[in-house]
């Protein structure tokens, strides 16, 4: 693959000069299909039409659709609900600050798609299996699946004579956007050992196109509202589905041995190891102190009405306390790029991460799902053995072709791991038992 120049389009909604035709370039020039749209509007369409982003719709989120466990609601949210929920609150929260909201909204539908089957405890395992060829990372493997994997633009190969996938052939600043974790595997600025990464090796030729020009290790302002905007609508909306689950009672909230336990959950994982927990204590009784908090619910038509309050405030007090405290720090112009950081108050991210915790303590840590989380590893370690035993036998069409052209076994490999990573929850277990024979 290799970069050409890229024919841009006027961006008159966007503040001058901050998106440029460097921003608005493509990997693969293509001319506009109808004039009078946005590149970024064209960037949102691509993702939102995409069949990667309709898999989604087969993954789950925290509550599994159809458990028995649950009580009340039998739909709770997947990772595609997420991701537009995600999207909403990024698209206001971005426009708010004065980025392009279809840039935005582009980048937060697009920033789960390369989640495999079983959200990260799938993330666990296809790692497990890729350690000898670079290793998984659903932000990784998102970037792959904008970049190569989804089928929409090719352009000619000189190596081969034959067509290459550029994927959705986004813009620059759409696959910056996008990229929560800007560094190869083991290169985290901060924390060497940390297993975050955005981008395998096979893939840094694109990964350095679309960093063009960007400080180093440094994340853009599109990608910092997409981050927040993500962590605040996991938080609040996985909370929710908990108290619809019958999972989460909001009663034994204020519990000292409960809330000890919900610490636990906390501190190392969605707050650093020296947080103090009264620091999360105070946070837990801000929450409970407003007069919309949810101190119980039975589901029925009133505690749900109140409960879907209780979240929209959730959401707004988190945006607007992130939006407040970066424009005292920025100003009121426009904030796009690499002109500012997205600035979100300690108080903020503890309340944030406090609700976090409350779901991981009641719904993720429940007995049952761990028994589940431990067959889920099962199920894709034996497809992932089946699979690279009678490769290219069980492989969709596409990866059949990308893996009798890999040049050696780590490509091979590797395509087997984006095989797996595109199925849903459903279809992984059906092909793990039509290849396996066990159910």
């Given at each position: 693959?290799?970069?050409?120049?890229?024919?841009?389009?006027?961006?008159?909604s966007g503040?001058a000069?901050?998106y440029?035709?460097?921003?608005t370039?493509?990997?693969a020039?293509?001319p506009?299909?109808?004039p009078?749209?946005?590149?970024?509007?064209?960037?949102?369409?691509?993702?939102?039409?995409?069949?990667?982003?309709?898999?989604?719709?087969?993954?789950t989120?925290?509550?599994?659709?159809?458990?028995?466990?649950?009580?009340?609601?039998a739909?709770?949210?997947?990772?595609?609900?997420?991701?537009l929920?995600?999207?909403?609150?990024?698209?206001?929260?971005?426009a708010?600050?004065?980025?392009?909201?279809d840039?935005?909204?582009?980048?937060?539908?697009?920033?789960?798609?390369?989640?495999?089957?079983?959200?990260?405890?799938?993330?666990?395992a296809?790692?497990?299996?890729?350690?000898?060829?670079?290793?998984?990372?659903?932000?990784?493997?998102?970037?792959r699946?904008?970049?190569?994997?989804?089928?929409?633009?090719?352009?000619?190969?000189?190596?081969?004579g034959?067509?290459?996938?550029v994927?959705?052939?986004l813009t620059?600043?759409?696959?910056?956007?996008a990229?929560?974790?800007?560094?190869?595997?083991?290169a985290?600025?901060?924390?060497?050992?940390?297993?975050?990464?955005?981008?395998?090796?096979?893939d840094?030729?694109?990964?350095?196109w679309?960093?063009?020009?960007?400080?180093?290790?440094?994340?853009?302002?599109?990608?910092?509202?997409?981050?927040w905007?993500?962590?605040?609508?996991?938080?609040?909306h996985?909370?929710?589905d908990?108290?619809?689950?019958g999972?989460?009672?909001?009663?034994?909230?204020?519990?000292?041995?409960?809330?000890?336990?919900?610490?636990s959950?906390?501190?190392?994982?969605?707050?650093?190891?020296?947080?103090?927990?009264?620091?999360?204590?105070a946070?837990l009784?801000?929450l409970?102190?407003?007069?919309?908090?949810p101190?119980?619910?039975?589901?029925?038509?009133?505690?749900?009405?109140r409960?879907?309050?209780a979240?929209?405030?959730?959401?707004?007090?988190?945006?607007?306390?992130?939006?407040?405290a970066?424009?005292?720090?920025?100003g009121?112009?426009?904030?796009?790029?690499?002109?500012a950081?997205?600035?979100?108050?300690r108080?903020?991210?503890?309340e944030?991460?406090?609700?976090?915790?409350?779901?991981?303590?009641?719904?993720?840590?429940?007995?049952?799902?761990?028994?589940?989380?431990?067959d889920?590893?099962?199920?894709?370690?034996?497809?992932?053995?089946?699979l690279?035993?009678?490769?290219?036998?069980?492989?969709d069409?596409?990866?059949?072709?990308?893996?009798?052209?890999a040049?050696?076994?780590r490509a091979?490999?590797?395509?087997?791991?984006?095989?797996?990573?595109?199925?849903?929850?459903?279809?992984a277990?059906?092909?793990h038992?039509?290849?396996?024979?066990?159910?």
């Amino acid at each position: 693959m290799a970069g050409t120049t890229g024919i841009t389009t006027p961006h008159p909604s966007g503040p001058a000069g901050a998106y440029d035709d460097t921003a608005t370039e493509r990997w693969a020039a293509e001319p506009d299909k109808r004039p009078g749209r946005t590149a970024f509007q064209r960037d949102r369409a691509r993702v939102l039409h995409s069949s990667a982003l309709r898999r989604l719709a087969g993954k789950t989120q925290v509550v599994t659709p159809g458990s028995r466990s649950q009580q009340w609601d039998a739909s709770p949210r997947t990772r595609l609900t997420h991701s537009l929920e995600c999207a909403q609150v990024g698209r206001e929260l971005g426009a708010a600050l004065g980025c392009d909201p279809d840039l935005v909204e582009a980048a937060c539908l697009s920033h789960d798609m390369g989640h495999p089957p079983f959200g990260h405890n799938g993330e666990q395992a296809l790692n497990d299996f890729a350690r000898d060829c670079g290793g998984f990372e659903g932000n990784a493997q998102s970037l792959r699946l904008l970049t190569r994997i989804e089928p929409k633009r090719f352009v000619g190969s000189e190596e081969t004579g034959g067509l290459v996938s550029v994927g959705l052939n986004l813009t620059r600043a759409a696959l910056d956007a996008a990229t929560k974790y800007p560094w190869p595997r083991g290169a985290h600025p901060v924390e060497p050992g940390s297993l975050k990464f955005g981008v395998y090796e096979d893939d840094l030729p694109v990964f350095g196109w679309a960093r063009q020009g960007a400080p180093a290790d440094r994340i853009c302002f599109e990608a910092q509202v997409m981050d927040w905007s993500d962590d605040v609508a996991y938080s609040v909306h996985d909370f929710e589905d908990g108290l619809h689950a019958g999972h989460v009672d909001p009663a034994a909230l204020s519990s000292e041995s409960e809330r000890r336990g919900i610490w636990s959950a906390a501190i190392g994982r969605y707050v650093p190891r020296d947080t103090d927990p009264q620091e999360l204590s105070a946070a837990l009784d801000r929450l409970m102190g407003q007069e919309w908090w949810p101190h119980g619910y039975d589901g029925s038509a009133v505690a749900q009405g109140r409960l879907k309050d209780a979240t929209s405030q959730l959401i707004g007090r988190f945006c607007l306390a992130a939006e407040t405290a970066t424009r005292q720090a920025y100003g009121t112009g426009p904030l796009t790029r690499y002109a500012a950081e997205l600035v979100v108050p300690r108080a903020a991210r503890h309340e944030c991460a406090v609700l976090k915790a409350v779901a991981d303590r009641y719904v993720m840590q429940r007995a049952e799902q761990e028994a589940l989380r431990a067959d889920q590893r099962i199920v894709l370690a034996e497809l992932a053995e089946a699979l690279t035993a009678r490769a290219p036998e069980g492989l969709d069409p596409q990866f059949r072709a990308l893996f009798d052209a890999a040049p050696d076994d780590r490509a091979r490999k590797r395509v087997i791991v984006d095989q797996i990573a595109s199925l849903t929850d459903a279809v992984a277990r059906s092909l793990h038992a039509g290849l396996t024979g066990r159910p």
